[in-house]
């Protein structure tokens, strides 16, 4: 409909950011793109200036902008990649580089967190946000800050100019009891200023209006909501429909990431399955998941895209090869295998490529379907259907392997872009916002 209000979600990735608009029927409206600079990696260290998230998503929705109506925008929405912090003044501004998700600085400190953490946090680990924060508390860093803040949550409060806000997925690493819907006692025990620590709501809740200089820069109204957004994976999931237990999603990218809607929370810190808290059409669910080092990077040791279209065609998923590959790109394994030295097994290596590479699909199938039992074995659901999304997704050959290891039918994801997931957040908010819920 011509008057139909439009809601845009903002995805922030590794090496760039998307923006997508969708209308009040979740029809996308408009999309764009804006490549990031890669972060800087120096060891287990990997940071990133904040001010280039700002940049461009200011230019994502400058060029987002150019092709919807800006007076129609009723809210915004962002994701970001979990475990990414970054500390600023009461002000907003970023008192040093962001330290990226996958930085592995702080295994001191995540050493003290196990020794007092319940087995269940999400907050284990070197690359969680607790340990981030505890190193940069024992490097002296937060004396003159005044927010620890994820990357969607620093990028919403600049819209705003609402801080010290986060939602319940990002929070999760920083410590969050989502079940309890607070921050734990036992954080007591790590010495970390409360002051720090921020307001955690679900995601699509409202937060403020856009700033009024924000609203001017854009051409948007004044009255354009700001919204809680979610993780980049969350969001992902959310874009594809899925909104039943029992209803899974995997994701072919460059590793193999497992989620699955479950009516009641799971939690093994050994395989790194946690819940993320999930309202799905109004009622309270749990997206339970697993991520294996296996996937699409290990196909990129041994053959280019334009290889794999061309040897797609060839394969013969009816015909199961004997080969029980384990394919990895280096040794170690989390889930649905714990060992940190697990080597990866993907030989003898056939004379023929289109063998070779059925052989790798099949290993990595046989991974996807180990991981589904074991969520099922720790109690949740065994999918009723899975959908795809990724570079893998489009593989047709893959699939069929995959719907003969799984026995469950494969459907195809509504939309496979997060910044639509997250767009869907912000239609929630503006819409929660307009019956006046709290």
Request: aromatic letters at 6%.
């Amino acid at each position: 409909m011509p008057n139909d209000p439009l809601y845009i979600g903002i995805d922030l990735g590794t090496s760039g950011c998307r923006a997508s608009a969708i209308d009040d029927r979740g029809q996308p409206q408009g999309e764009t793109s804006v490549a990031l600079p890669a972060a800087k990696h120096n060891g287990r260290y990997c940071e990133q200036d904040p001010i280039l998230w700002w940049q461009a998503v200011g230019d994502c929705l400058e060029q987002l902008l150019t092709q919807i109506p800006a007076n129609k925008v009723a809210a915004i929405a962002i994701n970001g990649t979990s475990a990414t912090l970054l500390l600023t003044d009461a002000d907003g501004k970023p008192l040093g580089p962001a330290l990226m998700y996958n930085d592995s600085r702080a295994s001191e400190q995540a050493t003290r967190i196990a020794a007092i953490a319940p087995a269940g946090t999400a907050a284990q680990g070197p690359s969680s946000t607790l340990a981030k924060l505890l190193w940069l508390q024992d490097e002296g860093l937060t004396e003159q800050a005044q927010h620890a803040l994820h990357q969607a949550d620093w990028v919403a409060a600049r819209l705003s100019d609402r801080y010290g806000v986060s939602d319940t997925n990002n929070a999760l690493k920083l410590g969050f009891d989502t079940q309890d819907n607070k921050w734990p006692d036992w954080l007591n025990a790590l010495s970390i200023p409360r002051r720090l620590l921020p307001e955690v709501v679900p995601p699509g809740t409202p937060l403020a209006p856009l700033s009024p200089d924000n609203a001017r820069r854009f051409g948007l109204s004044m009255d354009t909501l700001v919204v809680a957004g979610t993780t980049d994976s969350t969001a992902a999931f959310l874009a594809t429909g899925a909104s039943r237990p029992g209803e899974a999603v995997t994701s072919l990218g460059s590793t193999l990431v497992l989620k699955v809607i479950t009516e009641r929370p799971v939690f093994d810190a050994r395989y790194g399955i946690y819940s993320q808290p999930l309202v799905i059409n109004g009622q309270q669910r749990w997206l339970v998941g697993g991520a294996s080092n296996s996937g699409g990077a290990v196909l990129r040791q041994f053959f280019n895209d334009r290889q794999m279209r061309e040897l797609t065609p060839r394969l013969r998923p009816e015909r199961r090869l004997c080969l029980e590959y384990y394919p990895l790109p280096a040794p170690g394994e989390r889930f649905p295998v714990n060992d940190s030295q697990l080597a990866p097994c993907m030989t003898p290596r056939p004379h023929d490529d289109t063998r070779f590479f059925q052989a790798l699909l099949e290993g990595i199938s046989r991974i996807e379907k180990r991981g589904y039992d074991l969520l099922a074995e720790l109690g949740a659901p065994y999918p009723v259907t899975v959908r795809s999304t990724g570079g893998g997704a489009g593989n047709p050959a893959w699939t069929a392997i995959r719907r003969s290891l799984l026995g469950v039918p494969m459907l195809t994801a509504k939309h496979s872009d997060a910044a639509v997931g997250t767009a869907l957040l912000a239609r929630r908010g503006a819409h929660q916002n307009n019956r006046g819920t709290p």
